[in-house]
Nanobody, 127 residues
């Protein structure tokens, strides 16, 4: 079965940290650029961060720069999103998505025609 599965979400206090994982099954994630996206209640989905297939290029949405770090381990077929200094406005369902891409391509647009989407994981930042 070809799929992406997110894990690592949950409830955390403001200032805390979470590490999300995006694991691929049924295909080799190393050939794909991967993006993390989020959708808060009542808002449109937005791009958070992306990483190129080889990991040499990363991009971040302005509000998460300096707080979130994207990485990948192609030997484990997994991409990670380390989220530090979390704020209540980071509360959302987080999705990962993958697209077969050129070497340094990185996709942050949530309307891009991605090849695979995960089902999402809920992250809640609240005291």
């Amino acid at each position: 079965q070809l799929q992406l599965v997110e894990s690592g979400g949950g409830l955390v206090q403001p200032g805390g940290s979470l590490r999300l994982s995006c694991a691929a099954s049924g295909f080799t994630l190393a050939y794909y650029a991967v993006g993390w996206f989020r959708q808060a209640p009542g808002k449109e989905r937005e791009g958070v961060s992306c990483i190129s297939s080889g990991g040499s290029r990363t991009m971040y949405e302005d509000s998460v720069k300096g707080r979130f770090t994207i990485s990948r381990d192609n030997t484990k077929n997994t991409v990670y999103l380390q989220m530090d200094s979390l704020k209540p406005e980071d509360t959302a369902v987080y999705y990962c998505a993958a697209v077969k891409a050129q070497f340094r391509q990185c996709v942050l647009s949530p309307t891009y025609d991605m090849d695979y989407w995960g089902k999402g994981t809920l992250d809640t930042v609240s005291s």
